[in-house]
């Protein structure tokens, strides 16, 4: 039997035999209630489920601009529109609204800031950007590890897209994709890829 086959098999296995994965906790809603972050795989099968990931050329030519963007500190207008259009295409129009320098001291402040608050929020007042996109900036470019906000990703770990973001949910699952990557000994992209394939592959159908 192949290789992929074989770990196919042994993570179809390993699914059956339930969630024992707990990496943290999450806020919901105000009432104070808290729900566990759970992955509904095995972690030893992160990389079986990334490589079953396709990645779009649109994906690739992002992760090419990377050490460009590092090394000039933000972004320019034109690599903000190619992450909107990559992220979220219905919003990516509303990029054109901003002026190259205002995404050029925007983005640069994001990055280089030490407040982790300021870090993503400060990214929301652009137009064309919120909190999803925000993250997917800080996920492809900053030096720090950070997961994207994705309603498929945070299937993968027991979590609903809540009513609104906000920086407490943003923090608690940041830091919970953080010690799972480490754990596991795989990269954030990594990580991120396979939480995607999971839920493209496993979620049930929404009725009705």
Same mark, same amino acid.
């Given at each position: 039997?192949?290789?992929?086959?074989?770990?196919?098999?042994?993570?179809?296995?390993?699914? !059956? !035999?339930?969630?024992?994965?707990?990496?943290?906790?999450?806020?919901?809603?105000?009432?104070?209630?808290?729900?566990?972050?759970? @992955?509904?795989?095995?972690?030893?099968? *992160?990389?079986?489920?990334? /490589?079953?990931?396709? *990645?779009?050329?649109?994906?690739?030519? @992002?992760?090419?601009? !990377?050490?460009? %963007?590092?090394?000039?500190?933000?972004?320019? /207008?034109?690599?903000?529109?190619?992450?909107?259009?990559?992220?979220?295409?219905?919003?990516?129009?509303?990029? !054109?609204?901003?002026?190259?320098?205002?995404?050029?001291?925007?983005?640069?402040?994001?990055?280089?800031?030490?407040?982790?608050?300021?870090?993503?929020?400060?990214? *929301?007042?652009?137009?064309?950007?919120?909190?999803?996109?925000?993250?997917?900036?800080?996920?492809?470019?900053?030096?720090?590890?950070?997961? *994207?906000?994705?309603?498929?990703? @945070?299937?993968?770990?027991?979590?609903?897209?809540? /009513?609104?973001?906000?920086?407490?949910?943003?923090?608690?699952?940041?830091?919970?994709?953080?010690?799972?990557?480490?754990?596991?000994?795989?990269?954030?992209? %990594? @990580?991120?890829?396979?939480?995607?394939?999971?839920?493209?592959? /496993?979620?049930?159908?929404?009725?009705?």
């Amino acid at each position: 039997m192949p290789a992929d086959e074989i770990r196919g098999a042994e993570a179809a296995r390993d699914e !059956r !035999r339930g969630l024992p994965y707990s990496y943290g906790t999450l806020p919901v809603g105000r009432n104070g209630e808290r729900t566990h972050m759970q @992955l509904r795989f095995q972690a030893k099968n *992160i990389q079986y489920w990334a /490589k079953r990931c396709p *990645i779009p050329q649109q994906e690739e030519d @992002l992760m090419d601009l !990377r050490p460009a %963007v590092q090394q000039a500190g933000r972004l320019t /207008k034109a690599q903000l529109g190619d992450v909107c259009r990559w992220k979220s295409p219905r919003s990516a129009g509303h990029v !054109r609204f901003n002026s190259p320098e205002y995404v050029e001291v925007v983005t640069s402040f994001s990055l280089a800031t030490t407040c982790e608050r300021a870090r993503v929020e400060s990214l *929301i007042v652009l137009d064309g950007v919120q909190w999803p996109t925000a993250t997917v900036i800080l996920h492809l470019f900053h030096r720090d590890p950070y997961p *994207i906000l994705d309603f498929r990703a @945070l299937w993968s770990v027991g979590m609903d897209v809540p /009513k609104q973001y906000s920086f407490d949910f943003w923090w608690a699952y940041v830091e919970c994709c953080r010690r799972l990557s480490k754990e596991a000994n795989v990269s954030m992209r %990594v @990580l991120d890829r396979a939480l995607w394939q999971y839920t493209k592959e /496993k979620q049930p159908p929404k009725s009705g």
